[in-house]
């Protein structure tokens, strides 16, 4: 536990608490009065309501959309399906702004849906919701159907055999065994819509906004630090209950369970319900997270001549002499790749450590420390960049042009999903298996090498796919802190959508089209990547 807490405090707890301490301290003295006048404001309160109930809202949509997509990539085999599995994944990386845009163009004025049938959805939630489940369907598809291909199939077998039928089997015994890694990506997708940002931002308009948009509002564009300051320690304090709740849930219900090599539970479909219910979440795929990305593809072709790649050839040439862009923005793509592979293994190394110790069990202390892991997930990610800027100033730790501060950010946000990747199969592996182990004179680090990391490796490829991922899209801290000269991919983005015209919007869609195939393209070659496959689990 000592170098993720270490890792936390430093680059997470610090930072945030020294940009609430500005807002809130100022001449010396504190303001604890702006606490309560800000709080008590009913514009406060509308907002806070907005966020969580959409949050929930979306978080049961896509668990809805998303379960029967995990149990299809988990238990069948067919033509396509790495593919497939990198294609769903890319929304979940792709920057927050960039999804909304993509929805923007489907469902606003202008889009594919008010051109041919003169429908638009853009000022509703319902926009909202279906561009959160877009960004999130990966997250259950990924880490309930992780642990999902790795159950053996026997057991609800058996239960079929003793006379339940189909429904009561997987109610009983499936759904228990599953109960923590579908808790887990409800977390996140709960934590990741409470904080979204670039999605209301784009589809809300005025009407709506959640926390996250609200402290940008107040720290960027009207320089409100007190306000702002508040406004986190409201988000912070509504995160930490859910986490509490999450925490003190799921550790209830998680207990010993029989994994198997996941190549022994995929089959090809075989019944008709079996190829129906395949073929539906296909449907669900092609519609919901195939269609938007087309349509980006689609928007970055359609030049002011007709279809080409004017704006694929207009990136050589982007960088320009007034402060917009150092260099062409097609190096982001170099730069991007670099910053997300520093960060994997940052993510790797703490949140590998961290599953570790969380699956000994060591009452209330280990609780806490699992909620404090989550924490960076319902953290405004402007804060965090803010306070990167203010705290890690100084000697010795004066990093601010340091490149290193790019993915120490992102790391932050990988961590999480380590945790919560590997977390579930770790608690479900068999500890007498480790004290077989360690009876028979193997060292701890033996244990781990020999018992637990065989079991996990699927996992860890799974976990360092999904840091990967997240940091090759992560924009709201990066955005601060990234230097002029070395942007990543995000923010180059965010920086031809700042600007007016049709060529700059063409370059944004031309440049989110890559980092989509660059995301299709790292999620693909994880997906080839085998793990030590010899032996019986």
């Known amino acids: 536990m000592a170098v993720p807490l270490a890792f936390f405090a430093v680059f997470f707890a610090y930072p945030v608490a020294a940009i609430v301490t500005r807002g809130l301290r100022f001449g010396g003295q504190w303001r604890f009065g702006r606490i309560g006048e800000v709080v008590a404001d009913p514009a406060t309160l509308d907002v806070l309501w907005f966020t969580c109930w959409q949050a929930v809202a979306s978080t049961a949509l896509t668990l809805a959309v998303a379960l029967p997509g995990a149990y299809v990539f988990a238990r069948f085999d067919f033509p396509g399906k790495g593919l497939l599995r990198a294609v769903v994944t890319v929304p979940f990386v792709l920057p927050t702004v960039v999804a909304g845009s993509a929805f923007l163009a489907l469902l606003g004025r202008g889009g594919v849906l008010d051109e041919l049938w003169g429908m638009r959805f853009d000022t509703s939630v319902w926009a909202i919701l279906l561009a959160h489940v877009f960004f999130n369907y990966a997250v259950v598809v990924r880490t309930v159907g992780g642990l999902w291909a790795q159950l053996d199939p026997r057991q609800e077998e058996a239960a079929r055999v003793l006379g339940a039928s189909r429904l009561s089997a997987w109610r009983r015994v499936t759904l228990p065994a ?65 986490l509490a709740l999450h925490a003190w849930t799921v550790r209830r219900r998680e207990s010993a369970l029989r994994l198997v090599d996941p190549g022994r ?20 795929v092609a519609l919901l997270i195939v269609t938007p990305l087309a349509v980006l593809v689609e928007r970055s072709l359609n030049g002011p001549d007709g279809y080409g790649f004017t704006y694929y050839e207009a990136l050589r040439s982007a960088a320009d002499s007034g402060g917009t862009f150092f260099v062409a923005p097609l190096e982001a793509v170099g730069n991007s790749l670099w910053y997300a592979a520093v960060a994997t293994v940052f993510a790797l190394v703490v949140g590998g450590l961290a599953a570790a110790a969380l699956t000994r069990r060591a009452g209330r202390l280990v609780r806490g420390f699992d909620a404090l892991l989550m924490l960076p997930l319902g953290t405004s990610a402007v804060t965090v960049g ?49 004290e077989a182990a360690a009876v028979l004179g193997a060292s701890p680090w033996r244990v781990w090498r020999e018992v637990d990391l065989p079991l996990v490796g699927r996992a860890v490829a799974v976990a360092a796919g999904f840091a990967f991922a997240v940091s090759l899209g992560e924009f709201g801290a990066t955005v601060f802190i990234a230097r002029p000269d070395h942007p990543t991919l995000p923010v180059a983005i965010a920086r031809f959508l700042g600007r ?4 700059t919007y063409g370059q944004a ?12 393209g790292s999620l693909l070659a994880l997906e080839r990547i085998r793990t030590d496959r010899s032996g019986e689990f």
Do not use: N
Request: contains cysteine.
């Open 265 to 284: 539970t995929a089959r090809r479909p075989k019944s008709p319900a079996q190829w129906a219910l395949l073929w539906g979440v296909l449907a669900v």
């Open 386 to 434: 803010f306070g990167f800027l203010i705290a890690l100033d100084e000697p010795p730790l004066d990093l601010r042009a340091s490149w290193v501060l790019v993915p120490l950010a992102q790391a932050l946000v990988g961590v999480p999903f380590v945790v919560r990747t590997m977390l579930p199969v770790l608690r479900a592996v068999d500890h007498r298996l480790r």
């Open 509 to 520: 869609m031309a440049l989110s089209t890559i980092l989509m195939l660059v995301c299709a």
């Open 500 to 503: 007016a015209g049709q060529l």
């Open 178 to 242: 599953l109960a923590p890694a579908v808790a887990a990506a409800a977390l996140m997708v709960f934590l990741f819509t409470f904080t979204s940002f670039g999605v209301i931002q784009i589809l809300g308009g005025p009407r709506y906004a959640t926390l996250e948009v609200a402290i940008y509002r107040e720290t960027a564009q009207l320089l409100d630090l007190p306000t702002a300051a508040v406004l986190t320690l409201v988000q912070f304090a509504a995160v930490s209950a859910v």
